[in-house]
């Protein structure tokens, strides 16, 4: 998919599952070895919540929950072209500016 499909809705839409979790930075180890074991850890729970997805089709619930929260997000073609010309504006701004400094540096 490119930029002017999204913007413009060539496509119809398509379902993307995301899950995240946050640990607190006091959880997280600051000794190398420790680090190393830890992402371990974090790469063997992502396989789990991988292979429970595609057998169930969804994500288990967090622990002490009975199901898990979803919710649907859906991008307005709209603002993402204002976002896409608010980018593309100021990308020129700053390109003219410098151009403009060094011009009058050397």
């Not at 490119?2 to 607190?24: A, K």
């Not at 070895?33 to 288990?60: C, I, M, N």
């Not at 020129?92 to 400094?101: E, G, H, S």
Request: net charge negative; proline share 8%; charged share 15%.
């Amino acid at each position: 998919m490119d930029i002017q499909t999204w913007i413009f809705g060539y496509r119809p839409p398509t379902v993307t599952h995301v899950h995240y979790r946050m640990y607190p930075i006091k959880e997280v180890p600051m000794e190398t070895g420790a680090l190393t074991d830890w992402l371990y850890q974090r790469f063997v729970e992502k396989e789990e919540l991988l292979a429970h997805f595609y057998d169930t089709g969804s994500f288990p619930p967090p622990e002490g929950q009975k199901e898990a929260a979803s919710r649907q997000m859906t991008l307005d073609p709209v603002w993402l072209c204002m976002v896409q010309s608010f980018a593309f504006a100021s990308g020129y701004m700053w390109y003219n500016v410098l151009q403009y400094l060094y011009c009058c540096l050397f």
